[in-house]
């Protein structure tokens, strides 16, 4: 009997210590639902995923979904804002530090030809327009605020 509430407690531990996390988990391609706009997540170029600081996830199918939401939401403090590298599809990197690219040669699933990327250097080995345009973190964000 002693046994048994030991391994029941351990057991509730480990349950609560992997509901409290934080941490970002990875997108379920095919399977997983977009939050803001309910379309499944298909696309390992495009997807994003949102944690809050009490660890509630948030996935988005492009980040013309996860943007938007994140405006609208009065919480500021968040554990992960994650994009996909669209060089390197399925890999989430940290959204504030991507480099983003509005460019009609690269359709994204909600239509508004945006991608994110590493580095900039990612960037200009895509094949680019004169109409094509560069953004921060910072300027992704003014531009949906408008």
Not at 10 to 18: D, H, K, N, S
Not at 46 to 51: I, K, R
Not at 55 to 62: Q, R, S, T, V, W
Request: proline letters at 5%; charged letters at 25%.
């Amino acid at each position: 009997m002693h046994s048994v509430k030991i391994l029941l407690l351990a057991g509730l531990t480990i349950f609560f210590l992997v509901r409290c996390s934080t941490e970002p988990q990875p997108i379920v391609y095919g399977e997983d639902q977009c939050h803001s706009c309910k379309m499944i997540i298909a696309d390992p170029r495009f997807g994003s995923e949102l944690v809050t600081s009490k660890g509630k996830i948030y996935k988005f199918d492009a980040i013309e979904c996860l943007v938007p939401t994140l405006l609208e939401w009065e919480e500021t403090a968040f554990a992960h804002l994650l994009v996909s590298d669209y060089k390197q599809p399925g890999t989430l990197i940290d959204a504030s530090k991507a480099q983003y690219l509005i460019s009609e040669l690269v359709p994204s699933p909600m239509g508004r030809y945006l991608s994110a990327y590493h580095s900039i250097e990612d960037i200009r080995s895509q094949i680019l327009t004169k109409d094509d345009r560069r953004l921060s973190w910072n300027d992704l964000l003014r531009e949906f605020a408008k």
